[in-house]
Structure formats: structure tokens, C-alpha cells
């Protein structure tokens, strides 16, 4: 059956930086869009990054924009999130996921397998 699973979280200081992590196994996985989601506690899951399956295109949420990266070795059937100059609003569980719609996907609910999710807390 299809997994993915993040690892990477952590806990880091306001400014500091952390690499999230996901592997892939029981799919196809340049077929894929991946991206990234985030949920902070009591809060709705929110899109933060995703990225095509060639990984020539990405996208960002603005709150993320020009401190996150995304990106992704097919071969190693992995997609990172790169998160530099952390702030403590980016205290979140991350959820990688995988989308078969084969262009940029920002909406949760069209993609279709998700992981169980990284603890990220940065402390001010």
C-alpha cells in the first residue's frame, strides 16, 4: 500500500532552520504532485508548498514565501521541505502528500495520499 512519511521535525529556535523529510513507498512516485501541509493546534490543515513532478514547478503560501523550499529526488522516491528563518507562528505539525492531478495543487482535499505527520515548534 501506498506511505509516505515525514521526519525531520523538531524543536529549534526562533531564526534557526530545520529539513523535513519524506519518503514514498508503494506508488509511482513521479507520477506524483507533492506538496507540503501544515496544522497548527485547534486550526483547519493549511497549504504551505507543493512542488510537480519533474519538480521544474513550485509553489509557495505567501507566509512561506522566501524562507521555505521544496524539493524532491524522484529517484530516491523522497520530497524535502527546506525551513530557514523559523518563526514561533510556524509551530505546526507538517504533513507531506501526494497528489495524482500532475500540476501545481494547492487544495487539500485533491490529494490523495497523505503522511502522519512531523511536530515542528520554534521557540521565540
Known amino acids: 500500500q501506498v506511505q509516505l512519511v515525514e521526519s525531520g521535525g523538531g524543536l529549534v529556535q526562533a531564526g534557526g532552520s530545520l529539513r523535513l523529510s519524506c519518503a514514498g513507498s508503494g506508488l509511482i512516485f513521479s507520477d506524483y504532485t507533492m506538496g507540503w501541509f501544515r496544522q497548527h493546534p485547534g486550526k483547519d490543515r493549511e497549504f504551505v508548498a507543493t512542488?510537480?513532478?519533474?519538480?521544474?514547478?513550485?509553489y509557495y503560501a505567501d507566509s512561506v514565501k522566501g524562507r521555505f523550499t521544496i524539493s524532491r529526488d524522484n529517484a530516491k522516491k523522497m520530497v524535502y521541505l527546506q525551513m530557514n528563518s523559523l518563526k514561533p507562528e510556524d509551530t505546526a505539525v507538517y504533513f507531506c502528500?501526494?497528489?495524482?492531478?500532475?500540476?501545481?495543487?494547492?487544495?487539500?482535499?485533491?490529494?490523495?495520499?497523505w503522511g502522519q505527520g512531523t511536530q515542528v515548534t520554534v521557540s521565540s
Open positions: 512542488i510537480t513532478w519533474s519538480g521544474s514547478r513550485t
Open positions: 502528500a501526494a497528489s495524482a492531478r500532475g500540476d501545481i495543487v494547492v487544495f487539500g482535499p485533491l490529494y490523495d495520499y
